[in-house]
């Protein structure tokens, strides 16, 4: 009879199996700390009802409600907070905490781990997502795509932004020299990545130098590419090429996926630096 978690040669389940429980150990932690599950997810909506509410009417003579561009772009930032936001704090307090000390002393694969991780946010990312567009449609009027090749472009922008994200916060969260510090440390560059990709600010009010550096980041091409995929193509002329840049898009993204996984394998430690 088939099992749905294979064992290994030494009888324990492998790295996959245990990956998919630890997920939903994660899961079960996230969910049972209220402040945290409502903080995660009311603050993207919270500011983005706000902006799309202080700043209408249309953006330039394109004929888009302003509050779309927030929606798209609250999306971004959204995501990156469920990911890069999240696992920078979260890991940086376990170790601190020393849990991650304790795990990489146990036969438990340092990969089922990370899985557990990947699956948090991945649950967390499309529940943000889901909640965003909900908001958009039913207080701002965004109109939903009705062709798949839109919802597959959607797809792919999500999984190679949030895993792009998400190797960014496990690199950072070995910055903080203590948990007590990773919200200052992980939040901050999170805050100013916000106002200089497009977030808040749209990015065809930003100086072209502020964009020339947020384009070095993840954030300002998710947002750019939800653009893409909710707005009308008239809105393409608000960009700093004055097109979506699906290619680019998915080349930039690509390499941060890439390059927060070398990152990662060069600066994640299982210990505290108080523990040497």
Avoid: H
């Amino acid at each position: 009879m088939t099992t749905l978690i294979t064992p290994s040669p030494t009888g324990l389940p492998g790295a996959w199996g245990l990956g998919l429980l630890r997920g939903g150990l994660e899961l079960k932690q996230f969910f049972r700390q209220r402040d945290q599950v409502v903080f995660t997810f009311a603050f993207p909506i919270v500011f983005l009802v706000l902006f799309a509410s202080i700043f209408s009417g249309t953006a330039g003579d394109t004929g888009v409600p302003v509050s779309q561009l927030y929606v798209a772009a609250m999306l971004g930032a959204g995501i990156m907070a469920t990911s890069f936001q999240s696992l920078g704090i979260s890991i940086a307090i376990e170790r601190d905490e020393r849990q991650l000390r304790r795990l990489s002393s146990t036969p438990m694969p340092p990969a089922a781990y990370f899985l557990g991780k990947v699956w948090l946010v991945l649950v967390t990312g499309v529940m943000e997502a889901v909640l965003l567009l909900l908001v958009g449609v039913g207080l701002f009027d965004l109109t939903l795509p009705r062709d798949v090749v839109s919802w597959l472009t959607f797809g792919w922008i999500f999984l190679l932004g949030t895993a792009g994200c998400a190797l960014l916060g496990i690199a950072i969260s070995s910055v903080p020299r203590s948990g007590r510090s990773a919200g200052s440390v992980v939040i901050l560059p999170f805050l100013v990545l916000q106002f200089i990709s497009g977030v808040y600010i749209p990015a065809s009010e930003l100086p072209g130098w502020m964009l020339n550096i947020g384009a070095l980041f993840p954030l300002k091409w998710m947002c750019q590419g939800f653009r893409g995929v909710f707005l009308p193509e008239s809105a393409a002329v608000l960009e700093q090429a004055g097109s979506w840049e699906f290619g680019r898009i998915a080349l930039v993204l690509g390499a941060w996926c890439i390059g927060g996984l070398l990152l990662c394998l060069l600066t994640f430690r299982w210990k505290s630096r108080r523990d040497g």
